[in-house]
Nanobody
Framework: QVQLVESGGGLVQAGGSLRLSCAAS????????MGWFRQAPGKERELVAA????????YYADSVKGRFSISRDNAKNTVYLQMNSLQPEDTAVYYC?????????????????WGQGTQVTVSS
């Protein structure tokens, strides 16, 4: 069974940057698409970015296009989310998730395994 552990969250001022990491253990995740979701207080969980198994295809929510970048290192069993130009509305708990398929998935029910989440807080 794969376990996912996120790290890299924290408090940052508006305009700043953070890099989230998600390390997988238990077995390789190289044949699975991966995604980063976030959930702010009182809001539904939303997909922020996703990446196919090879890294050749990516998806971004409109709200983060041009600011966030998802990548993966299959040799290290790690997926990353580089977040630049952070805004207070990016404040949320960020979760990484492993999809059931190799191709990008945009629906949360297509993701079988979830990390515990890491808090990102952006101050104005």
């Amino acid at each position: 069974q794969v376990q996912l552990v996120e790290s890299g969250g924290g408090l940052v001022q508006a305009g700043g940057s953070l890099r989230l990491s998600c390390a997988a253990s238990g077995r390789t995740f190289r044949y699975n698409a991966m995604g980063w979701f976030r959930q702010a207080p009182g809001k539904e969980r939303e997909l922020v970015a996703a990446i196919s198994w090879s890294g050749g295809n990516t998806y971004y929510a409109d709200s983060v296009k041009g600011r966030f970048s998802i990548s993966r290192d299959n040799a290290k069993n790690t997926v990353y989310l580089q977040m630049n130009s952070l805004q207070p509305e990016d404040t949320a708990v960020y979760y990484c998730a492993l999809a059931n398929l190799r191709s990008i998935q945009t629906m949360s029910h297509e993701y079988a395994i979830w990390g515990q989440g890491t808090q990102v807080t952006v101050s104005s």
